[in-house]
């Protein structure tokens, strides 16, 4: 991630909505006002849901596979970035220390991403420029 600024964020809310659209996620910084949100599918939110409250599942879902794999191979999942908006699509990546210490940046869709961080509480970062670009202050209610 070179000479990208980042941004620590959380989870702030999930707004559940009505039918099989898009759920959202509310993302906000850690140590400031903006948040933006990132719109999931319902298999996703419903993955999110097991994550944030430590449900489980007799067999392994997609999630817990990569899970599986990465710690399989030794490596840890450390970190998950949101790097880029591109036509109203965000770009992830997980941040993975390899064995010998080394990070491997893997290319991940945000929502997937996200579920993996709660499962490993992992932290999750979001280039400021996205912030810049789309963050929003809770206090005027709207994004840009």
């Known amino acids: ?13 999930i707004q559940l909505t009505e039918g099989p659209g898009a759920q959202i996620m509310i993302l ?15 298999s996703e939110m419903d993955a999110l849901d097991r994550a944030i409250h ?45 064995t010998d210490g080394t990070e491997a940046l893997v290319d991940a869709r945000p929502s997937d991403a996200l579920v993996l961080a709660a499962r490993k509480s992992v932290p999750i970062f979001v280039a400021s420029h996205i912030l810049d670009g789309i963050g929003h202050d809770p206090e005027n209610n709207e994004f840009e």
């Not at 991630?1 to 809310?13: A, C, D, K, P, S």
């Open 1 to 13: 991630m070179e000479n990208i600024e980042l941004v620590e964020v959380g989870l702030r809310e």
């Open 28 to 42: 906000s910084e850690v140590d400031g006002e903006r948040q933006f949100p990132i719109f999931i599918g319902f």
């Open 54 to 98: 430590g449900k489980s599942v007799p067999r392994p879902m997609t999630h817990d596979l990569i899970i599986n794999v990465i710690e399989a191979t030794g490596a840890e999942l450390r970190r998950v970035i949101v790097d880029d908006l591109r036509e109203d699509t965000f770009f992830a990546k997980l941040g993975l220390t390899l």
